[in-house]
C-alpha cells in the first residue's frame, strides 16, 4: 500500500507491505535498515473470556494472530522473525522490541542467542492501565521493552542530548511514564470497538525515534498494525517500511499515514553535545594555520609551558605528546582533556584551545 515516495521496487521506501513479516523482509536488500521497532503477538494464552465484575466483557487480545499452540512454535516463530530483522538491518543499526511478561523474556533470550547486544531495557510503565479485574494478580501496569545493538562492540545512535532535552536537561531514565493510547489517538470502527486491541501510543514510538535513529533513517516496522510507527516516523522526517498481516489493519494505517503532516526541517532538528560534533585533531589546528609550530600553550594558570610541533604533538617538561597526554604528564595524572587544559595566548589573556576547534570546525564544514 503507497503511502508516499520510494526508491524502487526492490526497496519499498514508505510503503506499507501486506503480508508475513519474515517472507516480506528477505525481499529487502540486506544491511539495509536503520532501526527496526518490533511489536510481536504476545502469546497471552487467554483461554476464556475477561470479564468485569459487572460481568461486562473486557475487549482484550482474543484474536488468531495472537495465538500458538506451544512456546516451541512461539519460540520457532521469534526466531524466524528475528533472524530476518538481524539480516536487514546494518551493522550499526538498532532494534527494539515491546512485550509484556507473557513473551518479553523468552523473546529477549532469542535476541541474546541471534548476536543482539542489550543495551537496555526500558520499562513503560502506563499511567492509566486497565484494572485487574479478577483481583488475584497485581495490576499489570507496565510494558517491556529491549533495545539491542548488533553486538558487544557495535556502533549505534543514541541521541543522548536529545533525550536529555527532552527531560528538562536531566538524563533519560529507563522508566517512561506515559499514557495508553486513547481518546482521539485511538483507532475505532462505526461500531465503537477497537480497530487494533494494542495500539500503541505516538508518545511511545515518538520517544522511541527520537532516541535512536536520524532523519532521513530507514524504520523498519514487521507488525505495524495500526500504524503507529509509520505516522511517528512520518512526522520526525524518517523513512520507513511497514508489514502487517491483517488486510483491515494495513488499510487502517495506510489511512492513518496520510492524513499524518510532516515536521519541517528546522523542527527536526534536535538537541547535540560535544560528542555530536565532528571530531577534530589538534594537528588539523596547526594544518590549518590557527595556532603555528612553536606557539606556546600554557595551563589555566600559567605554571606550564608547551611547545606545539610541525606534526600537532606538544613539548613540556621533557616529554613529547599529544595535547591529552602532556596535560596529564605535567599534572601527574592518570588522564587530561587537553582541550580545556592547554590554553593560548591572545590579545592579552589566556584562552582554552578549545575554541579554536570550535573555529576549525567552522571551516572544514565550508
Same mark, same amino acid.
Request: net charge neutral; with cysteine; aromatic share 8%.
Given at each position: ?13 514508505? =510503503?506499507?507491505?501486506? *503480508? ?31 470479564? #468485569?465484575?459487572?460481568?461486562? #466483557?473486557?475487549?482484550?487480545v482474543d484474536d488468531d494472530w495472537d495465538k500458538f499452540a506451544s512456546f516451541g512454535d512461539y519460540d ?38 541471534? *548476536? ?51 527531560? @528538562? ?19 475505532? @470502527? +462505526? ?10 501510543? @505516538? ?31 512520518? #512526522? ?5 517500511? *511497514?508489514?502487517?498481516? @491483517? ?23 534536535? +538537541?547535540?553535545? =560535544? ?7 589538534? *594537528? ?28 600537532g604533538s606538544i613539548f613540556c617538561a621533557g616529554a613529547t605528546g599529544s595535547i591529552h597526554k602532556i ?6 595524572? +592518570? ?32
Open positions: 500500500m503507497d503511502v508516499g515516495d520510494d526508491t524502487g521496487a526492490a526497496f519499498p521506501l514508505n =510503503k506499507i507491505l501486506v *503480508g508475513d513479516c519474515v517472507e516480506e523482509i528477505a525481499r529487502l536488500p540486506q544491511a539495509s535498515v536503520d532501526l527496526v521497532f518490533a511489536d510481536p503477538p504476545y502469546n497471552l494464552q487467554l483461554n476464556s473470556e475477561l470479564l #468485569r465484575p459487572d460481568n461486562s #466483557r473486557v475487549d482484550g520457532g516463530f521469534t526466531h524466524a522473525w528475528l533472524s530476518a530483522c538481524r539480516g536487514a538491518l546494518k551493522p550499526e543499526g538498532s532494534l527494539w522490541v515491546i512485550g509484556s511478561y507473557h513473551n518479553i523474556f523468552r523473546v529477549g533470550a532469542i535476541m541474546q542467542d541471534l *548476536g543482539f547486544w542489550v543495551l537496555n531495557d526500558v520499562i513503560w510503565r502506563k499511567t492509566n492501565p486497565m484494572p485487574n479485574f479478577r483481583g488475584r494478580r497485581f495490576t499489570n501496569a507496565h510494558e517491556t521493552m529491549i533495545w539491542a545493538s548488533m553486538g558487544p562492540k557495535a556502533r549505534y545512535t543514541f541521541n543522548y542530548d536529545a533525550m536529555k532535552a527532552l527531560n @528538562e536537561d536531566l538524563q533519560m531514565r529507563s522508566d517512561w511514564l506515559l499514557p495508553i493510547c486513547s481518546g482521539g489517538e485511538r483507532l475505532k @470502527e +462505526a461500531s465503537g470497538r477497537k480497530t487494533h486491541p494494542t495500539q500503541k501510543p @505516538e508518545a511511545l514510538l515518538h520517544r522511541v525515534l527520537l532516541a535512536s535513529s536520524n532523519v532521513g533513517d530507514v524504520v523498519l516496522d514487521p507488525f505495524l498494525g495500526s500504524g503507529t510507527t509509520a505516522v511517528a516516523a512520518k #512526522r520526525l522526517g524518517r523513512n520507513f517500511i *511497514g508489514i502487517e498481516r @491483517e488486510q483491515a489493519y494495513a488499510e487502517a494505517a495506510t489511512a492513518r499515514v496520510r492524513s499524518a503532516q510532516p515536521l519541517d526541517a528546522d523542527t527536526l532538528a534536535v +538537541a547535540k553535545g =560535544k560528542r555530536g560534533e565532528q571530531r577534530v585533531p589538534f *594537528g588539523a589546528l596547526v594544518e590549518l594555520g590557527l595556532i603555528s609550530p612553536g606557539a606556546a600553550l600554557y595551563d589555566p594558570a600559567a605554571r606550564h609551558e608547551a611547545r606545539v610541533r610541525a606534526d596535560g596529564a604528564h605535567v599534572q601527574g595524572t +592518570a588522564a587530561c582533556n587537553g582541550w580545556t587544559f592547554w590554553h593560548y595566548e591572545a590579545e592579552g589573556d589566556l584562552k582554552p584551545i578549545d575554541a579554536l576547534r570550535d573555529e576549525a570546525r567552522r571551516q572544514l564544514a565550508n
